[in-house]
């Protein structure tokens, strides 16, 4: 069997931590895995919880790697990429990046040009294994690579390939920004909940079993969601009550107007940041 590849991470914030966190779960080997970011107290706690390697010298970290994945926020991009750029164009790693809006084409250039690359957009919840990733490769990247880089994603989660870059601004707005949408649901769920005179354990955890319940259903049923979601309407009953008060108030309109301004700021940051090159 050949060698597990050395995945070095260059940024240890969320999403690095909760790749990292799911990667371990799904049989990584910390031993594999090298984290690099500026604080040293931070990284001490990081190489604490997860048993990786790690360090404050993004160059360093890089060159071990087979698979760099850039997990630095998209404003900081372009100086770590320039910063690694001698390292990574002598040692040729697959590069990964899972910033939002930030096109392979920029990247590679701030890169030095011609390294294969994948783009990746990944959520939160690959902490837990129940990731939701879309990934997009450029020309150079062999199937070898897109088959590692799959390996990596779908370790913690789902992970589906889009054809065509522009479709990561969609990816982004849906699965990338959503687990935001379903929390601010828990939220506003619970509010309600305790100004009805719930507990607020009883109300969180009630909200949180039903949301939990309600996906996995969804995931299991042959039905759409809108044939379940009628499977719970008693006519005359209380959920008819509440839906027909969520359309009455626009929710459908919210909803994808919520999405189209994820999906508009993804494109614009793309244009910002190409920008900077
Ligand atoms: N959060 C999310 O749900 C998602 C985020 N993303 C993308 O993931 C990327 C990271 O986001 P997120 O994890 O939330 O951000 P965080 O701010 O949590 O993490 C960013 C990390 O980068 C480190 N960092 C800052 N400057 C440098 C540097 N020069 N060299 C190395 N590391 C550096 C930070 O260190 P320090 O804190 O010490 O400054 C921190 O560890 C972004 O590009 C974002 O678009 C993609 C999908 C979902
Ligand atoms: O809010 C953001 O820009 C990042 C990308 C998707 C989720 N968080």
Redesign the pocket.
């Known amino acids: 069997m050949s060698k597990s590849p050395t995945i070095s991470f260059?940024?240890?914030?969320?999403?690095?931590s909760a790749i990292i966190g799911g990667m371990l779960d799904s049989g990584f080997r910390a031993a594999d895995i090298w984290v690099?970011?500026?604080?040293d107290d931070?990284l001490q706690s990081i190489r604490k919880r997860f048993g990786v390697s790690v360090t404050t010298e993004?160059r360093y970290c890089a060159q071990q790697a087979d698979v760099v994945i850039l997990?630095?926020?998209?404003q900081?991009m372009a100086?770590?990429c320039r910063d690694i750029a001698p390292v990574v164009q002598n040692t040729r790693p697959l590069m990964i990046s899972?910033?939002?809006g930030l096109e392979a084409a920029t990247l590679d250039s701030w890169l030095g040009g011609g390294l294969p690359l994948v783009r990746v957009?990944?959520?939160?919840p690959s902490l837990v294994g129940k990731g939701a990733a879309g990934l997009f490769a450029n020309k150079q990247v062999t199937e070898q690579q897109r088959q590692t880089a799959e390996s990596v994603f779908s370790s913690i989660g789902t992970a589906l390939w889009v054809a065509d870059e522009d479709q990561l601004h969609a990816v982004t707005a849906l699965s990338?920004s959503g687990p935001a949408y379903f929390f601010l649901m828990l939220e506003a769920l619970e509010e309600a909940a305790t100004a009805a005179g719930i507990e607020a354990s009883t109300a969180r955890q009630l909200a949180i079993q039903t949301m939990a319940g309600a996906a996995e259903m969804a995931a299991r049923s042959e039905h759409d969601p809108a044939q379940l979601k009628r499977n719970v309407m008693s006519p005359g009953g209380t959920t008819e009550r509440a839906i027909q008060s969520f359309e009455d108030g626009g929710l459908r309109q919210l909803v994808g107007k919520a999405y189209r301004a994820a999906c508009e700021r993804s494109e614009e940051m793309a244009r910002e940041l190409a920008g900077k090159s």
Do not use: E, L
């Open positions: 260059i940024g240890a914030g969320n999403m690095a690099s970011a500026p604080d931070h993004n997990a630095v926020k998209p900081v100086d770590v899972i910033a939002a957009m990944p959520n939160t990338g």
